[in-house]
């Protein structure tokens, strides 16, 4: 697949709150390998290690394992909560890892950035990819009070890219809550699944234009998954 960027301008809607509490990441069809700082070497016929960002990527921060679990929402989307994509059976191998990128002006503040990339036998990622879309249509989630209700807003695909929306109630100490707003984009990469999310920081909602550029960096350097 040509590596692209989505167009500035997003125009599509959809919304989130996820069906269930967080799922685990699948692991009983894929081995899922966590990046250190620097990312991991692969195993033979898995996803190399050049094939994920890497610091020079994030304004040079440095990758840290995602534990299993954590923030599986976007590993991949699943609206659905702990509903299993049949795809998920077709995952070869899987890494999952976490950035704290700084903010783009000095003393701003920083962003979670989250990736995961699945790589599969052939025909699964396009599974994958449209399991996902018909998830992100069964489940479009919305805002309670619960802290797992997420609402999902599909706000720009194509065939085989989405950018996604999740808004959340949050409340930070005595405040109010209030709706914070995440960004992640899916990508399908030959028979691979990429996923980068900017969860932002704590009451501090992401950035829509780093996960723009972001998925674009992540869809190079997973093209090279041989």
Same mark, same amino acid.
């Given at each position: 697949?040509?590596?692209?960027?989505?167009? #500035?301008?997003?125009?599509?809607?959809?919304?989130?709150? @996820?069906?269930?509490?967080?799922?685990? &990441?699948?692991?009983?069809?894929?081995?899922?390998? /966590?990046?250190?700082?620097?990312?991991?070497?692969?195993?033979?016929?898995?996803?190399?290690?050049?094939?994920?960002?890497?610091?020079? &990527?994030?304004?040079?921060?440095?990758?840290?394992?995602?534990?299993?679990?954590?923030?599986?929402?976007?590993?991949?989307? +699943?609206?659905?909560?702990?509903? +299993?994509?049949?795809?998920?059976?077709?995952?070869?191998?899987?890494?999952?890892?976490?950035?704290?990128?700084?903010?783009?002006?000095?003393?701003?503040?920083?962003?979670?950035?989250?990736?995961?990339?699945? #790589?599969?036998?052939?025909?699964?990622?396009?599974?994958?990819?449209?399991?996902?879309?018909? @998830?992100?249509?069964?489940?479009?989630?919305? #805002?309670?009070?619960?802290?797992?209700?997420?609402?999902?807003?599909?706000?720009?695909? &194509?065939?085989?890219?989405?950018?996604?929306?999740?808004?959340?109630?949050?409340?930070?100490?005595?405040?109010?809550?209030?709706?914070?707003?995440?960004?992640?984009?899916?990508?399908?990469?030959?028979?691979?699944?990429?996923?980068?999310?900017?969860?932002?920081?704590?009451?501090?909602?992401?950035?829509?234009?780093?996960? +723009?550029?972001?998925?674009?960096?992540?869809?190079?350097?997973? /093209?090279?998954?041989?």
């Amino acid at each position: 697949m040509q590596t692209r960027g989505f167009p #500035l301008a997003a125009v599509l809607s959809l919304a989130l709150a @996820a069906c269930g509490s967080d799922v685990p &990441d699948p692991s009983s069809a894929a081995s899922v390998t /966590s990046a250190s700082a620097s990312p991991p070497a692969a195993s033979a016929g898995g996803i190399p290690a050049g094939a994920v960002l890497q610091p020079s &990527d994030v304004r040079d921060a440095e990758a840290a394992p995602l534990d299993q679990g954590l923030h599986a929402h976007v590993r991949p989307l +699943r609206p659905c909560g702990d509903d +299993r994509y049949p795809s998920d059976e077709t995952r070869t191998d899987a890494v999952a890892m976490r950035f704290i990128v700084p903010g783009a002006e000095a003393n701003s503040t920083p962003s979670v950035v989250t990736e995961f990339v699945g #790589l599969h036998s052939s025909g699964g990622a396009a599974a994958q990819f449209a399991e996902i879309s018909a @998830a992100l249509q069964k489940c479009p989630g919305g #805002l309670g009070s619960g802290a797992d209700e997420r609402r999902w807003t599909v706000l720009d695909s &194509d065939d085989d890219s989405m950018l996604v929306r999740i808004d959340q109630r949050y409340a930070y100490a005595d405040q109010t809550p209030e709706t914070v707003s995440n960004f992640a984009a899916l990508s399908r990469v030959g028979d691979a699944i990429v996923v980068v999310a900017d969860l932002g920081w704590e009451n501090m909602g992401g950035s829509e234009d780093l996960v +723009r550029s972001l998925i674009t960096k992540a869809e190079e350097r997973a /093209s090279t998954i041989g």
